[in-house]
Every structure is written in structure tokens, then in C-alpha cells.
């Protein structure tokens, strides 16, 4: 199945909160990987399932999620 | 013929080029959220050129000093004050202030009513976490009944500090007054319907019809003392009804 | 031929300060310098200024905080029980470097109702700075003229040093009326304003960001040593005093505002009966002309503190003069009567001067 979305999670700015975990409607993301400062942060744990919707990135109190999403066109 | 399928990577969502990242904030403060979401509004309406922020005094300077534009923090309760006067010498430029409830409903509250009663041409953002974030979470006028904070360690009693205060309802009613709104940034759907909020005080301001207030309730999980996910359901389930979300005012043109 | 007009201490303070291109000025009426308020209240409007009438002198001086930080030339006037609720935005504006001109017309203190009392009992609580062991320039005044002089200088100040200025006035100097000449002045040259926040397009997209901590919590030492040299500066450079018939003089009183005023009156009679008397006035109440004072002390060999206050001035003449010569006091318990309009009055000193020689 051709990729829909992506996210790039910056760790050095992701404190662990979990929002986006909460947030994600499909459940790509979860907390468990131990970041640069030794606290558990988000990690893209399933990226299959991502659409590229952007919550996560828009409610990241930190901002440290970038999202792309991939956009499939037929030429005419 | 090999149809071939062209596949665009597209941007939906980056980091801002804010001054000051990683921000001070608490892990799941949602003032991050919130500052995100003004800084969009200020792109949007292409105000950053213009616009001078006044921080308060505690956690709302750290918004005022990560923001890409001109700003100044942070006394503790005169950012109205602040933002009135610049605002008188510099008309044209786009002069907001943001405050926590504490400031703004203590300390402030003469100037937040005073530059209301003024109908001064200003908005004011507010950021209620019901308590002092900085200072350790004491009680503000915002706490709820029953709250635990370290200066009501049994509870906010209403016989000591009477009930919480309600700063977009008070000034609602004066006539200087264009638009006070409450939103939230718990969820998706509320941070869009809170963006508008956002958007449409920011309007009052170009349009000269007199004050705005939007005020935020926010998460604050070091001194609620919840997980960042839990204070989503604080806010549904304790805040809300106590403070309820919408538009109390929203004046179209000026009053003659 | 400069224009000469009758005008009265508070007018001159208003009047200067439009003459010095301030057009905008935030106030709480207050006994007894309200027309000072009055006369910009009139005057701003008609020069597209503004005056914002605010909901206290603690939100005056914050208004005031917050229109100095356009880069303009703001004023806001109080008098002492004002002052004392003005201290925390003014500190403020002393550690974030925001210039802008106070204007201080002291009355009896502390206490409500002394608006009609004439004292001179803030000089301690003016020139030892803002809490957190900064100072800020005084200027004292002893005439209408000075006052229309050194509220200009005040802003000229100011804007060289990047800090607040003030100007100390008085009940007695706030209402009287004198002959004004309406000179210009000119202190001059002075920097750019590239701090002030105008909008980071004003700036070609680079934003700025001013702060009300103290060295931004980075750089404490840093801080201090910044400020230490920058006081250094306005010591080295703005210290003002002034002597009067101190060449050979026997006794020199010292004395600033009114009680110079009236110390003059004092000296000129003395001077007519033989007695070589002499005034040195600080001008600037900080910095202290300290080495000046010492000099003129040293030559007199004796030292009278005319002050009407319990002991303020006194303190700073003894520090200056480090023991070596003695300083007597004349203070409040020398006005005429105990009654409200009690002041202290030339023949009082001069009786003073008489005993002392």
C-alpha cells in the first residue's frame, strides 16, 4: 500500500508529554524510545498506518513534529 | 501504455521559526499549543512586521520572548496597562499582551477593568491554568471550589476565598468592550474553534472597535499535579463547567 | 529677544517637556502637581500627543514603561505617596533600560493629606535609586527657570544613558510663579534608538525582545559590571552643583530646592552685615557632587545642612566630607510655625549662621 503520510519527530525538543499519542487518530505513535535526555519520547512506531493529517504536528506543545504527506497524481 | 502515478511529498505541518526552541514550558504545558496557534494567526494576517507583544509576569514572558516578533516581558498584572499606552503612541502598530489569570484577576484587575472600561484597542490573551503556574501553583481568583493548592491545602473554600473569577464574562458588558471569548486547546476541534476566537479579536483591533479578550484555559500538569493526558480530562471534566467555552461578546461595528 | 511669560513651577514642568518634544504623558491626579496633568490634558491634543489619564500611579508608570518602549520621549509626574506606588515599574525601566522622565513634586510625607504641606522629605527615598541597588539620575530645581531647564535636560539624560531621569520639585516650587524665558536648548548629540519595539519591519524582519530581569538570569556579574560603568558615566559626565559667594566664605550652608531658595535670601543678608557666608546647591541630588562639596567644605572649615526633613541631605554631606570638618543641621524643626504652612525662612537661617560664627 503506497505511503499516505509521514512524520520526522525532532528529539531534541520532544519532552515526553504523550499528547500526540492521545492525539493520533490511527495510532502511529508511541511513547518508549528513550531520547537524548533519558526520558521516554514519541516515536513513529507504525508508520503505515499514518495519513499525513497534521493534528500531531499542530498540537505538539513543543513543535517538534514535522508532517508530510504524500500526495498520489495520475498524469492526464 | 504504463500509466505512471506521480507522487508528491507535500508539507503539512513544520516547526515554526520561533526565536527561543526548545520552549521553557512544562512537558504539556498547552501554552506551546497556544502560542503555535497565535503565531499562525499573526502570519495568516501578516501582522508580524508590526506586531509588539507584552508578556506578564510568570509563564506568559516565556511566550513574549520565544515569538519571532517584537516583544517585551514581563511585570507581574500591568500588561494591560503596558499595552494601552503603547498602543496610544503607536496606533498603527498591532500591540497585544498576554496574561496568566492570576495577574490579570489579582494584581491586574484594575488595569484589565480600566483599559475594558477605556475601551482601549488592544487584545489581550489569557491564559488560565487557575493557578500561579510559576510560583508553585498557589490559588488564584480562577481556582475552582475544592481545589487543592499549596495556599489552600484543604481545598478552595468559598467562606476565605470566595468563587472562581470569570474575566471575559466581567467585562463582557462594558461598552468598550468588542469581543470576550473562552476557548481551549484540549483537542483538535477546540484548538480550530479557539484559532477563530484568536482571529476574530485580532479583527477588533484592525477595525478599531475597542477591546478584546480571549482567554485560554490550559493545561498545567506540574501543579494539577496530572499527566499531560489527564489534564485533557480535567478540563472536560472540571474545568469546562466551571468556566464555560464561547463568545460572550462579539460587537460587529461601533456603538454610537 | 527670547519670549518672556509669568508662568507657574508645575506649567513649566508641562511646558518643558512639550519644548522637549515629549508628546505623550500618563498621570493620576495627585496634591499638589494636578496641573501639571492639567496643562497636558489641554495642550497634547493639540499637538496630535496624547495624555492617558490612568487607574493609579502604579499603572501611570507602567503606562509610562509601556510608551517609552516605542522610543518616544514619555513623561509621567507624581508626588510622594505616587512615588511610593510607582517604584516597581520604574525599577523596571531601570534594569530593561527604558528611558523616560519622572517628574517628582515631593510634599510632606509619609502619609495621605499632606498635599497642601510643603517638605522636603523624599531626598532619601529618591536618591538611593529603585530597589535592587540601581540608581537613576535627580535633578533638583530651585526656580521656575531651572525647572523649564532641567526637565529638557531630563529627557537630553534619558535618552544618552538609556535610563530613567527624574526631576525632584516641590510643593512651594510647583506653584509659584516667575518670570520664564523661553530659550531653547540644545544638550547635544545623542544615539539612535535601535532597541525601541516598532514592529521587527521597522527593523528589516529582525525582531527584538526587552526584558525585566535583571542580566536575564545569564549573565548576573555581567550585568552589574554594565551597570557600575554606565554610572560611572553619568557621575564623570552629568555630576551639577552650584556655588554662590563660596570663595571666602566662613560657613558654607548646603541646601538644594527651596530651602536654597531661601538659604540665598539668608547669604545675601548675611553677606550685607559682614558675615561671609556662602551656598554650595547640589543640582544633582544623584550623582552627589561629593568631591565638589568636599573642597568647598575644606576651604568654609564649617558646614550648615539647610534641609526641611528630619535628616536626609545631611547624611550625603557627611559622607562627602568624611568627618574632617564639622557639619551642623538646620531641618524641620527650624520652619516658622508647626502649623501646615510652616517653612523655613532666610531670617531663620541667618540666625543660624549668626550662631555659628
Not at chain 2, 2 to 14: D, G, Q, S, Y
Not at chain 2, 34 to 46: A, G, K, S, T, Y
Not at chain 2, 197 to 219: D, H, N, P, S
Not at chain 3, 247 to 275: C, F, H, P
Request: include cysteine; charged fraction near 20%; aromatic fraction near 8%.
Amino acid at each position: 500500500m503506497p505511503k499516505k503520510g509521514e512524520i520526522i519527530i525532532d528529539e531534541r525538543l520532544c519532552k515526553g508529554c504523550a499528547l500526540c499519542v492521545m492525539f493520533c487518530s490511527k495510532k502511529c505513535i508511541s511513547m518508549g524510545k528513550i531520547g537524548p535526555g533519558g526520558i521516554p519520547i514519541a516515536h513513529f512506531s507504525d508508520p503505515e498506518a499514518c495519513t499525513g493529517c497534521g493534528v500531531c504536528g499542530w498540537m505538539c506543545p513543543d513543535m517538534a513534529i514535522e508532517v508530510y504527506e504524500y500526495v498520489a497524481r495520475r498524469p492526464l | 501504455m504504463i500509466e505512471e502515478t506521480a507522487i508528491t511529498k507535500n508539507l503539512v505541518c513544520k516547526t515554526p521559526a520561533f526565536r527561543l526552541l526548545p520552549l521553557g514550558f512544562c512537558a504539556g504545558c498547552h501554552y506551546g499549543i497556544i502560542f503555535r496557534l497565535i503565531d499562525e494567526v499573526l502570519e495568516e494576517m501578516e501582522l508580524k512586521g508590526i506586531t509588539v507583544c507584552i508578556g506578564g509576569g510568570g509563564c506568559s514572558a516565556m511566550g513574549a520572548m520565544a515569538m519571532d516578533v517584537d516583544a517585551f516581558g514581563g511585570p507581574h498584572g500591568p500588561g494591560t496597562a503596558i499595552a494601552s499606552a503603547l498602543k496610544r503612541v503607536c496606533p498603527d502598530n498591532f500591540i497585544f499582551a498576554i496574561q496568566g489569570d492570576g495577574e490579570q484577576g489579582a494584581i491586574g484587575l484594575g488595569s484589565f477593568v480600566a483599559a475594558a472600561v477605556r475601551g482601549e484597542n488592544i487584545t489581550i490573551i489569557t491564559m488560565n491554568n487557575a493557578c500561579y503556574g510559576m510560583t508553585g501553583g498557589q490559588l488564584a481568583p480562577t481556582t475552582p471550589l475544592g481545589m487543592v493548592t499549596p495556599t489552600t491545602p484543604e481545598g478552595r473554600d468559598q467562606e476565605m476565598a470566595g468563587f472562581p473569577f470569570h474575566g471575559p464574562e466581567l467585562v463582557a458588558p462594558l461598552r468598550g468592550v468588542a469581543y470576550a471569548a473562552r476557548g481551549t486547546v484540549h483537542t483538535p476541534a477546540n484548538r480550530q474553534r479557539s484559532k477563530k476566537m484568536v482571529k476574530t479579536a485580532f479583527q477588533k483591533q484592525l477595525q478599531r472597535l475597542g477591546f478584546a479578550v480571549v482567554e485560554f484555559i490550559c493545561a498545567c500538569p506540574t501543579n494539577w499535579r496530572l499527566s499531560p493526558v489527564d489534564c485533557a480530562r480535567y478540563i472536560e471534566e472540571k474545568m469546562i463547567p466551571e468556566f464555560p467555552l464561547g463568545e460572550f461578546k462579539n460587537v460587529e461595528k461601533n456603538e454610537g | 529677544m527670547t519670549e518672556r511669560i509669568l508662568h507657574t513651577g508645575n506649567d513649566t514642568v508641562a511646558r518643558a517637556a512639550i519644548s522637549a518634544g515629549c508628546k505623550y504623558y500618563f498621570a493620576y491626579p495627585i496634591t499638589p502637581q494636578s496641573e501639571i496633568a492639567h496643562y497636558m490634558a489641554r495642550e497634547l491634543p493639540k499637538i496630535g500627543g496624547c495624555f492617558l489619564q490612568s487607574e493609579g500611579e502604579y499603572a501611570a508608570a507602567y503606562m509610562l514603561l509601556g510608551a517609552a518602549l516605542s522610543g518616544e520621549r514619555v513623561m509621567t509626574s507624581t508626588s510622594s505617596p505616587g512615588l511610593a506606588l510607582m517604584q516597581e515599574p520604574l525599577s523596571m525601566m531601570v534594569t530593561a533600560e527604558i528611558p523616560a522622565v519622572v517628574v517628582e513634586t515631593q510634599r510632606l510625607g509619609p502619609g495621605t493629606g499632606t498635599g497642601g504641606q510643603q517638605g522636603q522629605t523624599d531626598y532619601r527615598f529618591v536618591t538611593r535609586g529603585v530597589y535592587g541597588g540601581l540608581h537613576y539620575p535627580v535633578l533638583a530645581p530651585y526656580s521656575v527657570s531651572e525647572i523649564f531647564e532641567f526637565v529638557q535636560l531630563a529627557f537630553h539624560i534619558a535618552d544618552k544613558y538609556r535610563i530613567l531621569t527624574m526631576v525632584l520639585t516641590d510643593f512651594v516650587l510647583g506653584r509659584m510663579t516667575e518670570y520664564l524665558e523661553l530659550k531653547t536648548f540644545d544638550f547635544g548629540p545623542l544615539p539612535e534608538k535601535d532597541w525601541a519595539l516598532k514592529g521587527k519591519a521597522h527593523k528589516g524582519g529582525r525582531s527584538n525582545f526587552l526584558f525585566t530581569v535583571t542580566g536575564m538570569m545569564l549573565d548576573i556579574t555581567g550585568f552589574f559590571q554594565g551597570q557600575q560603568e554606565k554610572s560611572k558615566r553619568i557621575i564623570d559626565s552629568e555630576t551639577r552643583w552650584e556655588t554662590y559667594k563660596t570663595e571666602d566664605a566662613d560657613l558654607l550652608i548646603v541646601s538644594y530646592g527651596y530651602s536654597a531658595r531661601m538659604s540665598k535670601g539668608a547669604v545675601n543678608t548675611a553677606r550685607a552685615q559682614g558675615i561671609k557666608a556662602g551656598l554650595f546647591r547640589p543640582i544633582t541630588l544623584w550623582p552627589f557632587p561629593r568631591e565638589a562639596l568636599q573642597q568647598e567644605a575644606l576651604k568654609a572649615g564649617k558646614v550648615l545642612v539647610v534641609e526641611d526633613s528630619p535628616g536626609e541631605l545631611v547624611e550625603d554631606v557627611e559622607l562627602a566630607v568624611q568627618g574632617r570638618v564639622p557639619v551642623h543641621f538646620l531641618g524641620i524643626q527650624a520652619r516658622h510655625i508647626a502649623r501646615a504652612e510652616g517653612l523655613i525662612l532666610p531670617e531663620r537661617i541667618l540666625q543660624e549662621v549668626r550662631e555659628l560664627l
